[in-house]
């Protein structure tokens, strides 16, 4: 039988590194609460590394009070690569703080799924979208939670928020499209369930941006397939078009494809935008018009998340974090 070598303790991370346990302590679990010189913690550093010791999540936990962990729930909406690249963004910076993100799927709706997230003590928890409420904020720090960070359009009583209003998006490419000769403009509205939370306010984007210009807007739900687009593609004509903002790239590309098989030109015949402003929509010909979104850094936002960690009884704040620029190519 092999014999496994016997787990390394924090008293022998001490006594290679000639410090006390507690001081090994200290340092592991960065506590802010005793000085510490910068040449003991690199010497216990370097010996839990030389060891192979890992602190005990639960134990730290305990002792603390808290956990590391930053609990993300999973979107329950559809996400393309602007989300994915967002996240690991956050992901290795909130890494390089010492915290772990862990994405969690929902369970239930309203603020009664924040139970299930309280349950398992997270020390942060961001939220994407609007479905917490203040009284889920409530359940969420009574069960430890130091910081809870919503992204969404608008702010929630007793939590951080980053406000992102898609409305911007639409107005952009509205505003763009108009200020090209073009007057009657057909805005996508995806199908595909969930994603009204961010179509509707790109579409009172483009409504509000052509308030009392004389110019058209129509709204064009369309499924996400080839057939869809060849059936609008097709109706395009009689609708008497001579825009469409496509929601995103995707469905841009989509589109344009359905229109270059209808013999229809873009943009002679009707302009297309997009909008997230994707690699495929630069290698297209005609090349695609797009509304660039920029998103907050993952290393902003951990700092802001490790900010209000460590500083759990300052005020929530409140950030605009959703910019839109639009980049002018040929189909517009």
Do not use: C
């Not at 496509?246 to 935008?273: Q, S, T």
Request: cysteine-free; overall charge positive; glycine content about 10%.
């Amino acid at each position: 039988m092999v014999q496994l070598p016997n787990t390394p303790t924090s008293a022998d991370v001490a006594r290679l590194a000639g410090v006390s346990r507690a001081t090994v302590s200290y340092v592991l679990n960065d506590t802010d609460a005793v000085r510490i010189s910068e040449p003991t913690r690199r010497r216990v550093h370097a010996a839990a590394r030389e060891l192979g010791y890992v602190p005990h999540a639960a134990a730290r936990t305990l002792r603390a009070g808290h956990s590391r962990m930053v609990l993300m729930p999973a979107p329950t909406v559809p996400t393309g690569p602007l989300y994915h690249r967002f996240l690991g963004e956050l992901q290795a910076a909130l890494g390089r703080l010492d915290y772990t993100v862990v994405q969690h799927g929902a369970v239930g709706e309203g603020d009664e799924v924040a139970r299930s997230w309280a349950e398992l003590r997270p020390v942060a928890v961001l939220v994407p979208g609007s479905g917490l409420g203040p009284r889920g904020v409530e359940v969420l720090k009574r069960a430890g939670a130091r910081a809870v960070v919503t992204l969404g359009p608008a702010r929630v009583e007793g939590a951080h928020a980053l406000l992102m209003d898609h409305t911007i998006v639409g107005h952009r490419a509205a505003t763009h499209l108009y200020e090209r000769g073009r007057r009657r403009i057909g805005v996508i509205l995806p199908e595909e369930p969930g994603l009204e939370v961010f179509s509707h306010p790109r579409l009172a984007g483009v409504r509000r941006a052509l308030t009392g210009t004389g110019a058209a807007v129509t709204a064009l739900p369309l499924a996400y397939t080839e057939r869809a687009a060849g059936e609008l593609a097709a109706r395009l004509p009689e609708l008497n078009l001579d825009a469409v903002f496509a929601y995103n790239d995707e469905y841009a590309m989509l589109l344009m494809r359905a229109l270059e098989d209808a013999g229809l030109r873009v943009p002679e015949d009707i302009a297309v935008v997009g909008a997230d402003d994707l690699m495929l929509g630069r290698l297209l010909r005609p090349r695609l018009s797009t509304v660039r979104i920029e998103l907050p850094s993952g290393r902003d936002l951990a700092q802001l998340v490790d900010h209000a960690v460590r500083h759990p009884g300052a005020g929530p704040e409140v950030r605009t974090v959703l910019h839109a620029t639009l980049i002018h190519r040929a189909s517009s």
